[in-house]
């Protein structure tokens, strides 16, 4: 079925936007007010929130630093002659664990305490990893998604017929952030090497996913408890954009238009769902990998609704939710994922913005 005949089914039609900002500029001003804030230059780590909190550690949880680093990919993006990322590896590689069964990254430096591994932390810098890998052919960054891939699959066993733990030490949930990304790093691969292993495992997760944690609607719940059988059904905008991005990979990989089809289904509850009041529903870093699906998407569609509305929410956060120090958040407690989640939109959207895509 060719694309105009699914976008007339799905009632996708062609909307006026006013005049957007000028991203490129916002992100260079928010990347600035992120390093000014945030990194630590006396120990080489970032804090938590811009503002010390009571409860506070020292130095960030790892999360923080997997915004960053796929941040600093779509800065490579728009400025290609910098080295934005290698700051951020140098924190992530203090966070460095290698204890069997496969080396990982552990959600806390292991020098101040050591805590659990968690595999969608992993998997989000395996992804920004590989996006880098495809720019600039570097063969660390391959060596990194395979890394990321190998600890990430301890975590895959046949309990509940399949699918990735959220966490290592906790074996109750599988959860759609640690299955959907896990889709995109095996996706990733596939691309890279051509192993036919790394498409199959994509599929069997994808297929497990879809079967366990997809709602009528298209949306993707929270998790499963393998024990109990039990969903958490809360939609988050980052599970539906793994999810959404996974059918592009799997369309681009396989040529089977259905994931093409399915992409869209997604898209067009994602927007419904998440972009329809015209602000965000979700935190910035979810809002920022479910703009990652979209632009995927839009790279086969040509069809640019769903980016004009994720657009329309960003201006209206600017407009209202900077504060003083250039900080996206006018809360005291203004926290790094946030800054990283909004530091990638601006990044992405600009990169469209200089493509006529806005």
Known sequence: ??????????????????QHPDYKKETSNLFAAVNRYFYIPDSGFYREHAVKQKDDHPVSYLWPLC??????????????HKDYMKQVYQVIDKYDDPAPPSPGYDSYPGRFKREDRYYDDNQWIGIAAMDAY??????????????????????????????????EGDKDTKNTCSNGPGIIVLMQLYQA????????????????????????????????????GALSKHPFSYNTGTMLQSNVYLFEATKDS????????????AEKYF????????????????????????KHTGNSRHLKAFAKCTDYALANEKNADGLMGRDKAVNLVGQGGMLEILARLAWLQQKGAL
């Open 1 to 18: 079925m060719s694309f105009v005949f699914l976008a007339a089914g799905l009632g996708i039609f062609s909307v006026g936007y006013s």
């Open 67 to 80: 915004a960053l680093i796929q941040a600093t990919n779509e800065l490579e993006r728009l400025w290609p």
């Open 134 to 167: 495809f720019r600039k052919g570097k063969k660390s960054d391959l060596k990194m998604g395979k890394k990321i891939c190998a600890f990430m699959m301890t975590g895959y066993d046949t309990v509940s017929g399949g699918g990735i733990y959220w966490r």
């Open 193 to 228: 090497t051509h192993d036919r292993a790394y498409l199959k495992q994509a599929q069997e997760i994808y297929y497990w996913t879809n079967q366990h944690l997809r709602s009528p609607d298209h949306l993707y719940y929270d998790n499963i408890n393998v024990k109990t």
């Open 258 to 269: 259905s994931y093409l089809w399915e992409a869209e289904k997604v898209a067009v509850s």
């Open 275 to 298: 972009l329809s009041d015209g602000k965000f529903r979700d935190d910035y870093w979810f809002n920022a990998v479910l703009l990652r699906g979209l632009e995927h998407l839009y």
